[in-house]
């Protein structure tokens, strides 16, 4: 199908760009279009104006903000993957955009759009949660953070209202002492996860202590596996509980059963590589 019939501006600042969201009810940005183009090919989602953000270069950035990376919400995965700044204090983030899709979406696929989609099937969206990452998001009347646990509401709705554009992500940095991991269980090379896990925890007296586990695939939303926490930072087993709270779709990679067992695998397998590193 082809898309439905829409107008095309192109927003030269952040504050352009709100104007014009403001300007239409039905308007919607377009960042890396790799999530967007598809549902309006589809024409699941009929705007009638585009606003193309894919060239405010002023948020493209990755930079050091003292106990925190700042991630300019235009960044594409590829420079996410491959920022040096990221690889040192938190290879977490680095890792996981290297995982994204293939070459091709990592080239042109932001992390704004990513999180902004708010699809529970991206990568993304669960890491920024198990670092209790903070999001700037800007409208009218200046930028408000939200933090990630508060960010992410539903399938595909998130704290950003249809008038306000993602601009940054902020990451802590991880220091020698962290340990992480992420596993992402998909078919094929370049396939979302049927299931995803992110592991993250700081070394303490042989053991660990503030773990954080996030679950992708698992419900509306990523979701914390606070009882797979609890577990690891008590030495016993996280996987067993790993499915509490969770509501798995069924679908094409998988049905609800298959997940509910393989995020325990998963869980344990993660738990097991970011304590081996
Ligand atoms: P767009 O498609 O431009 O926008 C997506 C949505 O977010 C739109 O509603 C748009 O209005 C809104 N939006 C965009 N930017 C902002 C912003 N700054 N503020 C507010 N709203 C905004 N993702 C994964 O996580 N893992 C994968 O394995 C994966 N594989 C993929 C494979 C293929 C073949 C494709 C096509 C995509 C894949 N993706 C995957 C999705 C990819 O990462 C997308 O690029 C990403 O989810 C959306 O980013 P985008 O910049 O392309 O956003």
């Known amino acids: 199908m082809i898309p439905a ?6 927003a030269g600042s952040v504050g352009e760009a ?4 403001e300007s239409r009810e039905d308007s919607k940005l377009l960042a890396g ?6 549902l309006l090919r589809l024409r699941f989602a009929r705007p009638s104006l585009l606003i193309d953000i894919g060239r405010l270069d002023e948020l493209s950035y990755v930079r050091d903000a003292g106990s925190s990376i700042a991630i300019g919400a235009l960044t594409r995965h590829h420079d996410v993957a491959t920022s040096e700044l990221l690889q040192e204090h938190n290879p977490l983030v680095a890792h996981v955009a290297g995982l994204i899709g293939d070459p091709q979406v990592r080239h042109r696929g932001t992390i704004g759009g990513s999180l902004a989609h708010g699809d529970p099937a991206s990568d993304l969206p669960a890491v920024v949660l198990a670092l209790d990452a903070e999001i700037d998001i800007a409208g009218r009347d200046g930028v408000r953070t939200v ?3 508060d960010f992410f509401r539903g399938v595909f709705e998130t704290a950003a209202g249809p008038h306000e554009l993602v601009t940054e992500v902020r990451v802590p940095k991880l220091t020698g002492d ?3 991991s992420y596993l992402k269980f998909r078919r ?8 995803g896990v992110a592991a993250v925890a700081r070394r303490s007296n042989g053991g660990v202590a503030e773990p954080a586990i996030s679950l992708v695939s698992m419900g509306a939303t990523p979701l ?4 797979s926490e609890a577990a690891w930072a008590a030495g016993s087993d996280p996987g067993a509980a790993a499915g509490e709270g969770t509501d798995p779709p069924s679908d094409t990679n998988g049905s609800a059963e298959y997940r509910s ?3 325990q695998v998963l869980v344990r397998r993660a738990v097991e590589e970011a304590s081996a590193r």
């Open 5 to 10: 019939p829409f107008d095309y501006e192109v």
């Open 18 to 21: 709100v104007s014009l969201l």
């Open 33 to 38: 279009g790799h999530s967007l183009l598809p």
């Open 147 to 149: 933090a990630a646990g």
């Open 178 to 180: 962290h340990v992480w």
């Open 188 to 195: 094929r090379a370049q396939d979302w996860a049927t299931v």
């Open 224 to 227: 914390r596996a606070g009882a």
């Open 261 to 263: 067992h393989l995020v």
